[in-house]
C-alpha cells in the first residue's frame, strides 16, 4: 500500500495568492483529517471527513481556508488569499474508523507551506 | 491544561534505559493513541487504547490508562537510538472530538 499521498511536498509562495493542498488517502479508508503544525502552536485539527461529509471544521482558522472531499480517494485543502502566518507544515491523515469512536490515523509525509 | 497534554515537554537517556512519558486529559474519553513522529515526516501510531482498558504493551511499548487520574503514560524499554522522537498523545473525547497533545521530545543518546 502507498500510504497516505500528500502534494506538493513543498511550497513557496507569496503572500495573496492561492494555495491548494492535495491528499490521496489510502483505499478503504473512511475518514479523512486535515492537520497543521507550527513550532507555536503544535498540531491542529482543522477538519475532518467521514465518508466524504465534513463532520467537524470548527478547526478552521477564518474563511480563508476551505477543504473539499469530491469523492473517497481525493481530498484539498485551499488558502485563499495566503498570508505569512499560514506557514506550517499541512499533514493528511486517514483512518478505517468511522463515528463511533476514532481509531488509529495514518498520515502522509506532509506539505511544508512557506508564505513569503 | 488543554485535553490532553504530555509531560516531561523533553527527555533524554542513555541507551538501554527505560523513558517514560505522560499525558493527562481533562475530559471523559473514547481512548487514547499514541503516535510518534521522527524530524521531518508525518505522525506514525503506535498503540491505541480504549477507555475500558487499563494497560496495553506492543513490542517495548507498555501503555496505562488511569480513567480516575485521567492519565496515561507509554513506558519504551531498553531505548535504542533510533526511538529518538517526538512523542504525542490523542485523546478521542465528546463526539467526534480529536485532540493531540503538544509531544514530549525524546533523545536516547547512543
Known amino acids: 500500500d502507498a500510504g497516505v499521498i500528500q502534494s506538493p511536498r513543498h511550497e513557496v509562495t507569496e503572500m495573496g495568492q492561492e494555495v491548494t493542498l492535495r491528499c490521496k488517502p489510502i483505499s478503504g479508508h473512511n475518514s479523512l483529517f486535515w492537520y497543521r503544525q507550527t513550532m507555536m502552536r503544535g498540531l491542529e485539527l482543522l477538519i475532518y471527513f467521514n465518508n466524504n461529509v465534513p463532520i467537524d471544521d470548527s478547526g478552521m482558522p477564518e474563511d480563508r481556508f476551505s477543504a473539499k472531499m469530491p469523492n473517497a480517494s481525493f481530498s484539498t485543502l485551499k488558502i485563499q488569499p495566503s498570508e505569512p502566518r499560514d506557514s506550517a507544515v499541512y499533514f493528511c491523515?486517514?483512518?478505517?474508523?468511522?463515528?463511533?469512536?476514532?481509531?488509529?490515523?495514518?498520515f502522509g509525509p506532509g506539505t511544508r507551506l512557506t508564505v513569503t | 491544561s488543554q485535553q490532553g497534554e504530555e509531560d516531561p515537554q523533553a527527555l533524554s537517556i542513555q541507551e538501554g534505559e527505560n523513558a517514560t512519558m505522560n499525558c493527562s486529559y481533562k475530559t471523559s474519553i473514547n481512548n487514547l493513541q499514541w503516535y510518534r513522529q521522527n524530524s521531518g515526516r508525518g505522525l506514525v501510531h503506535l498503540i491505541l487504547?480504549?477507555?475500558?482498558?487499563r494497560e496495553k504493551h506492543s513490542g517495548r511499548l507498555r501503555v496505562t490508562l488511569d480513567t480516575s487520574k485521567k492519565s496515561s503514560s507509554l513506558l519504551i524499554t531498553a531505548s535504542r537510538a533510533a526511538d529518538t522522537a517526538s512523542y504525542f498523545c490523542?485523546?478521542?473525547?465528546?463526539?467526534?472530538?480529536?485532540?493531540f497533545g503538544s509531544g514530549t521530545k525524546l533523545n536516547v543518546k547512543p
Open positions: 491523515a486517514s483512518s478505517p474508523r468511522g463515528l463511533a469512536g476514532m481509531g488509529e490515523q495514518y
Open positions: 487504547i480504549r477507555s475500558n482498558e
Open positions: 490523542a485523546t478521542d473525547y465528546n463526539f467526534n472530538k480529536f485532540y
